[in-house]
């Protein structure tokens, strides 16, 4: 890998081609959308996603894309309602993306065609939300059921995706015992009676949202303290990566990481 890889996008581009698109990728905990219209939005690697609970309690992942003119519906990280309406020509939906309607000047002329939010494959594992573009992919093992949710801190990095990954893979050196890496984008740790999710959100190349998820343990000030130390941490990794200090491969996970990245740019 190259310096650019960290700094420029085409590499994202390739990313979102070729690892992003072939996996089951982490959305949400179940638990932070409980009740019926609770939703959460995000992007993961190039893929914006909203994330919703129906009436009836089911979970569905839908493309954050109006089938008008392909612009977001949901412009907010997480919320409640009853149904999705784009702000931009008013094309509205149910919490199942059924398109339900649209103002007359903008009204689809054909009825009968579906302009339905686009659905993606998703499942729930150990109570984690994952979505995916390819069906067929290997489906995620996270183990044991998780304990009772205690939270979710979230934390919005100024770093490309991969320093993320690299300095989380190496501050879970120390304790190989409780650590195990869910590739391309997740990080399961079981200390004790406890599970603590990390689950990476690519969102552009040089912007990373990071969701801890807590099971087992209440967020705390000293949690919350750590994530923001963990940030700075990530941020100065990143800068060095732009000034050209590549990663050394001193850890099989680390070694693994750079094998699937430097391939995925190959078979580009």
């Not at 304990?147 to 893979?169: D, F």
Request: glycine content about 6%; proline content about 6%.
């Amino acid at each position: 890998m190259k310096s650019e890889d960290y700094a420029q996008g085409d590499a994202f581009q390739t990313e979102k081609r070729s690892i992003f698109s072939t996996g089951w990728l982490p959305a949400c905990a179940e638990a932070q959308i409980p009740k019926a219209g609770d939703f959460v939005s995000l992007t993961v690697g190039g893929w914006s996603v909203i994330v919703t609970r129906d009436p009836a309690g089911a979970i569905t992942v839908l493309r954050n894309m109006c089938r008008h003119q392909a612009m977001p519906v949901v412009g907010v990280p997480a919320g409640n309602c009853e149904t999705f309406r784009c702000r931009f020509h008013g094309w509205t939906f149910d919490l199942t993306g059924k398109f339900l309607g649209a103002p007359p000047p903008v009204a689809p002329r054909e009825a009968s065609a579906n302009h339905n939010l686009i659905a993606l494959p998703m499942l729930i594992e150990a109570g984690i939300v994952f979505f995916s573009l390819d069906s067929l992919a290997t489906k995620p093992a996270l183990g044991s059921a998780m304990p009772a949710y205690g939270g979710t801190i979230v934390s919005e990095i100024a770093a490309n995706w991969k320093v993320v990954v690299e300095q989380l893979l190496e501050e879970q050196t120390l304790r190989p015992e409780t650590f195990s890496w869910h590739s391309p984008l997740l990080a399961l740790r079981r200390p004790g009676s406890t599970a603590i999710v990390e689950q990476i959100a690519p969102h552009t190349f040089l912007r990373t949202r990071l969701f801890a998820h807590f099971f087992g343990d209440e967020v705390d000030d000293q949690k919350r303290t750590d994530a923001e130390a963990f940030k700075a941490r990530c941020e100065v990794l990143q800068a060095s990566r732009a000034a050209g200090v590549m990663p050394t491969d001193d850890s099989a996970l680390l070694s693994a990481f750079h094998k699937r990245i430097e391939t995925a740019y190959a078979q580009a």
